[in-house]
């Protein structure tokens, strides 16, 4: 190994000094300048894991997933009382498989990968093949595809026309106004800013996403934050936790929890607003800006309950910041305080840095931000129970990172993974088709790629290769994975339109816009229908049977 690195510092320092390139070759030579491993006589291809050699292992593994598969696969038919919907931010397929490596091995699965159905969703806005999280959330919340960066409305506003906006016919309700209606609690919990575009959608109607504070909003149009306060979702949201409390405070006001100044022109102190309103409406409320008024906040004490905890987005998990709960604690406080209604609740959980780290090619950081949406889904299937409570979980649209090369079993996902023979430099498993990275990997003084053998993949701050230069690195229009488990979560199978995951929610608890198609058993009421439909007492001793079975079968095979 240090002859290897000796040669390869010693061709870099060459090519660099001299500016002579390295020829391609495609066959071994006779060079001073490193070769693949596969190129040495003595090479020795690498061994997986001694116990899954024998395909005895792979046989009773795959009897064991079939047995595991016929004791899940049975529709739940109760009614949802309530609904946990968890968007994972830019959460692309390849971002999970990476996380999986990142966690510790390949063979591993994320918390929601082990609900027991899944599906996948096409992410296209009505007018661009890629999507934003505006016109993705638009789908997921309202049932309505839209255009790019439009918040809640229809595809007649184009993106910035506040005049459009206006108009009542082009305005979408969102899953959680039919939830309001119903008497059922709602929530939004996100580690973005809460006038961000996804948590946006829940609440607000805006030509642009970019109108969170009044600074630029045209015309009689309202800004994101000020709906947050007085809309007719906004004003009526039990719980709303996240951060982006510059959009809360006027111009030039120190927020000092936060280390930020406001941003608002009108002068507005929101926040004081928000308690001022919802005393006057008969709730006790509270305010909370860090972690440890979060932990101290008495549900039963509360009706209502806003946290801003940062300024701007709150902090990646590996920046360190104690002050600011984690995603996981954030959805924890909200499900004690949610719970409290006996009707039910809807709510809404973002885990949003997992898209702002693809965008600076900071892929580390991306995965580690994707364990933290996989704690909150845990611990939030951990309190509720699948007979009443239908858990959605999705990504909005994906990223540009792939995952590839031909890296050896167990190596570290941040690593180098293979070796190219063209520019006899090894490569990163992880890199993107585009972003501001670019000029960190390729130099522009001389010809080629920076050799990664000299780089610190690991640090979070390691920004991984891009392929094209670009200010900020896109999504990808690739289809997403969306997974489900409670009442009636078996309808999330399949390849479908992204907005069909609105509908079939309102499907599974009663909600929706008239003359939705609705379970029957909504006419008896959510209550009522969970508890009188449930899975025939024959097709569960059907499917035990089955699995056991099946597993008594697996343990006699022999090879």
């Known amino acids: 190994m240090c002859r290897a690195k000796c040669l390869i510092a010693l061709a870099t320092f060459a090519n660099c000094i001299f500016a002579f390139p390295i020829e391609p070759e495609l066959t071994p030579a006779p060079t001073p300048y490193p070769t693949h491993p596969m190129d040495d006589p003595e090479w020795v291809p690498p061994q997986g894991p001694y116990h899954e050699l024998d395909q005895k292992f792979w046989i009773n593994s795959g009897q064991r997933l079939v047995a595991d598969q016929l004791s899940k696969n049975h529709p739940n038919l109760n009614l949802a009382k309530n609904v946990i919907i968890f968007i994972a931010d830019g959460m692309s397929i390849t971002t999970q498989s990476a996380t999986r490596v990142y966690m510790g091995g390949e063979q591993l699965a994320l918390s929601f990968e082990e609900f027991p159905y899944a599906g996948l969703a096409k992410t296209y806005c009505i007018n661009y093949q890629v999507s934003d999280s505006g016109c993705t959330a638009a789908a997921i919340l309202t049932g309505v595809k839209n255009n790019y960066g439009t918040i809640a409305v229809s595809g007649h506003v184009p993106l910035m026309n506040c005049e459009r906006s206006l108009e009542e016919e082009n305005r979408l309700t969102s899953i959680l106004k039919y939830a309001q209606l119903s008497g059922r609690s709602t929530g939004i919990v996100t580690n973005t800013r809460i006038t961000h575009a996804t948590p946006a959608v829940g609440y607000a109607v805006s030509g642009a996403r970019y109108w969170e504070d009044d600074e630029d909003v ?53 926040v004081s607003e928000w308690l001022q309103l919802a005393d006057r409406q008969g709730d006790r409320a509270a305010y909370v800006s860090d972690r440890r008024e979060l932990a101290n906040v008495d549900v039963g004490k509360v009706d209502r309950l806003l946290g801003l905890f940062a300024g701007n987005h709150m902090s990646y998990r590996l920046e360190h910041a104690p002050d600011e709960p984690t995603l996981e604690e954030m959805t924890a406080k909200a499900l004690e305080l949610l719970s409290k209604n006996d009707k039910g609740y809807v709510l809404l959980v973002e885990g949003g840095r997992i898209d702002h780290a693809h965008h600076d090619n900071l892929a580390r950081l991306a995965l580690d931000e994707t364990v933290e949406f996989h704690r909150a889904v845990q611990h939030a299937a951990r309190l509720t129970s699948e007979d009443d409570t239908l858990i959605v979980v999705t990504a909005d649209h994906s990223h ?65 290769p891009a392929a094209v230069p670009y200010e900020d690195e896109t999504h990808g229009g690739d289809d997403v994975a969306v997974f489900a488990r409670g009442p009636y979560s078996h309808l999330f199978s399949g390849l479908y339109e992204q907005h069909l995951i609105a509908h079939l929610i309102w499907y599974a608890s009663c909600l929706g816009p008239d003359g939705s198609l609705q379970a029957e058993a909504c006419s008896r009421g959510v209550e009522g229908a969970a508890a009188a439909i449930g899975i025939p007492c024959f097709a569960c001793m059907a499917g035990l049977v089955a699995a056991v079975m099946v597993i008594a079968l697996s343990n006699q095979l022999t090879i």
């Open 218 to 270: 045209p015309g009689e149009c309202v800004d994101i934050a000020r709906q947050l306060v007085y809309g007719d979702v906004g004003q009526n949201l039990t719980v709303v936790l996240g951060g982006g409390s510059r959009h809360f405070f006027p111009a030039g006001v120190a927020i000092e929890e936060h280390g930020s100044v406001g941003r608002r022109r009108d002068g507005r102190y929101l």
């Open 400 to 464: 540009t990172l792939t995952m590839g090369g031909y890296p050896v079993r167990g190596n570290n996902i941040l690593a180098t993974g293979d070796f190219s023979r063209l520019d006899r430099m090894p490569f990163f498993t992880l890199t993107y088709a585009n972003g501001p990275s670019y000029f960190d990997h390729f130099s522009q003084t001389t010809a080629g790629r920076a050799n990664p053998l000299f780089m610190d993949s690991h640090n979070p701050a390691f920004t991984f």
